[in-house]
């Protein structure tokens, strides 16, 4: 990733390096490297596999950032916060570049097609999201909307890590629907640590998305739990009163939404160790099921 | 192009529809469909790659008009113009996907790999563009810039239809240089026609380039046919006073500054024409050069 930005202009050299810098936790190439090195994958053009996903992903979060207008990812401040809108747009453009240039260099057609639609995958998702009259309220709307937005990449780690090793039809299904579930599993738990973690853990506000009238997952389980509550009306009809939306998300938190919330993540754990099951066992399956474990006990 | 919108957000399939009927001359499009169909290349691959290039084209100018705040483009309005930045930024982000979907589908990983090096050469210049304190005024400068933003795309179109085709080193490399010139020649045109056109013909402000402080070849020939012009002196200081522009502009126009740089065009279309003169003679052949010709006549 480090060796994409040589020999471009120096400030973008640097953005690229203050991003990759300021880390994440890499769960994406962790994904493609797993399941691509236990399929029998080859290790370098799973390498560019892996970094093409992970600049994509930095690629999407540059736009999304500046979009949102948002000052800090991961406790450090975003490029938005101190570039002008035009230079972060045309760096985000450039990771685009960049990571298109890793997805060809592993010489592989498939995965390259897969990527792209990724990627129209979730700029669609954004696109809707940004369209959409925030405060729907629906399970399928939720789920096709974290599908977009973090599932299919994470399908596409384990789908294209497949597609570079010699296996057939079956396995590959089975590592995209590892991604994939672990993928929705992975946002579940996003939004219900934006409900129960405190603002250092998170590097963000409490609620943030419930702050901005976008409604997840324990907030559409409290709806179910508890129809009419007029703060939870008043929050989908856009009345965003401070009051309402603290005493709301003290409901949400002592109502048992977060606990329900956090069984569905599980289920989908359970449905990326069934893809698993029959797979190579090794070093890498078991690191494939410690990543899933992980992901629902980030709760803690 | 316009099948690629169909089943996305019906907002977003309404702004690609905006964007290909607004038109364009699709000068690139064509380059590759006649190069690849003078070498026989496959025609459905030539069509999706002709398609990419466009599209490219498409989300770069998405992105250009928001960053530079343009509210017309051939004359009808930009996106930006219309539409939320958020929306702009999301839209020409799907039409890079978009692009990137179509150059897979030449299932050429050889254009696959030029297709998203060009991208990055073409984002790089726009970020070299914008982070360099404007008026600087080096023919080799303006060269290195033009070719980022221009001539690079021309370049892609002949050089990925000759790898569609079933041809060797010397026609790829004829088919490449052919694109390049072209395209140095088309953007050195455009530059000219920012100084001698009025506003009706091409849709902006006379001289635009210039009111920014950006230095195009007409004002470089002017530079060296009165070096020490008080005029021009303070424009690359970015003293950009108005009555100093207008006098500018016009003692520009009546340098003779106009027509060395249209000889420079000349220059390179015909340096695109001794790249046609190894290939198969026929129409696609004489398209090709009446297109070269074409290009620098566009000035009357």
């Given at each position: 990733m480090r060796?994409?930005?040589h020999?471009?202009h120096?400030?973008?050299?640097?953005?690229?390096?203050h991003?990759?810098?300021?880390?994440g936790?890499?769960?994406?190439?962790?994904?493609?490297?797993?399941m691509?090195?236990?399929?029998?994958?080859?290790p370098?053009?799973?390498?560019?596999?892996?970094?093409a996903?992970?600049?994509?992903h930095?690629?999407?979060?540059?736009?999304?950032?500046?979009i949102?207008?948002?000052l800090?990812?991961?406790g450090m401040?975003?490029?938005?916060?101190?570039?002008?809108p035009?230079?972060t747009?045309?760096?985000?453009?450039?990771i685009f570049?960049?990571a298109a240039?890793l997805?060809?260099?592993?010489?592989s057609?498939p995965?390259?097609k897969l990527?792209?639609?990724?990627?129209t995958?979730i700029v669609?998702g954004e696109i809707?999201?940004?369209?959409?009259s925030?405060?729907?309220?629906s399970r399928?709307?939720y789920?096709?909307?974290?599908?977009?937005?973090?599932?299919?990449l994470?399908?596409l780690a384990?789908h294209a890590?497949?597609l570079l090793?010699p296996?057939?039809?079956?396995k590959?299904?089975?590592?995209?629907?590892?991604?994939?579930?672990?993928?929705?599993?992975?946002?579940i738990?996003?939004d219900?640590?934006?409900?129960?973690g405190e603002?250092?853990?998170?590097?963000k506000?409490?609620?943030?998305?419930l702050?901005q009238?976008l409604i997840t997952l324990?907030?559409?389980?409290?709806?179910?739990?508890?129809?009419g509550d007029?703060d939870?009306?008043a929050?989908?009809?856009?009345?965003l009163?401070?009051?309402?939306i603290?005493?709301?998300?003290?409901?949400i938190?002592q109502?048992g939404?977060?606990?329900?919330?956090?069984?569905e993540?599980?289920?989908s754990?359970?449905?990326?160790?069934?893809?698993?099951?029959?797979?190579?066992?090794?070093v890498?399956r078991q690191?494939?099921e410690?990543?899933?474990?992980y992901?629902?006990q980030?709760?803690l």
């Amino acid at each position: 990733m480090r060796a994409q930005a040589h020999g471009y202009h120096l400030d973008v050299e640097a953005a690229l390096d203050h991003l990759i810098s300021s880390g994440g936790k890499r769960v994406r190439p962790a994904v493609a490297l797993l399941m691509g090195g236990m399929l029998g994958g080859d290790p370098r053009r799973l390498v560019h596999l892996a970094a093409a996903i992970e600049m994509l992903h930095t690629a999407t979060l540059v736009h999304d950032d500046l979009i949102d207008g948002s000052l800090l990812r991961r406790g450090m401040p975003t490029l938005n916060s101190q570039w002008s809108p035009a230079a972060t747009v045309l760096t985000g453009d450039f990771i685009f570049s960049q990571a298109a240039k890793l997805a060809a260099e592993t010489d592989s057609l498939p995965a390259m097609k897969l990527f792209a639609e990724t990627l129209t995958t979730i700029v669609n998702g954004e696109i809707t999201q940004l369209f959409s009259s925030r405060g729907l309220a629906s399970r399928d709307d939720y789920c096709r909307r974290i599908h977009a937005k973090t599932a299919s990449l994470f399908e596409l780690a384990g789908h294209a890590a497949a597609l570079l090793s010699p296996v057939g039809e079956e396995k590959i299904w089975a590592a995209s629907r590892y991604g994939e579930q672990i993928g929705m599993a992975f946002q579940i738990v996003d939004d219900i640590l934006d409900f129960t973690g405190e603002q250092a853990t998170v590097g963000k506000p409490v609620a943030s998305d419930l702050r901005q009238g976008l409604i997840t997952l324990p907030a559409i389980v409290y709806i179910e739990l508890q129809p009419g509550d007029p703060d939870i009306e008043a929050v989908l009809s856009r009345n965003l009163d401070e009051q309402v939306i603290e005493r709301l998300i003290d409901a949400i938190r002592q109502s048992g939404a977060i606990q329900l919330a956090m069984d569905e993540a599980r289920q989908s754990v359970e449905r990326a160790m069934e893809a698993l099951s029959s797979m190579p066992t090794g070093v890498e399956r078991q690191a494939l099921e410690d990543l899933a474990r992980y992901i629902v006990q980030r709760e803690l």
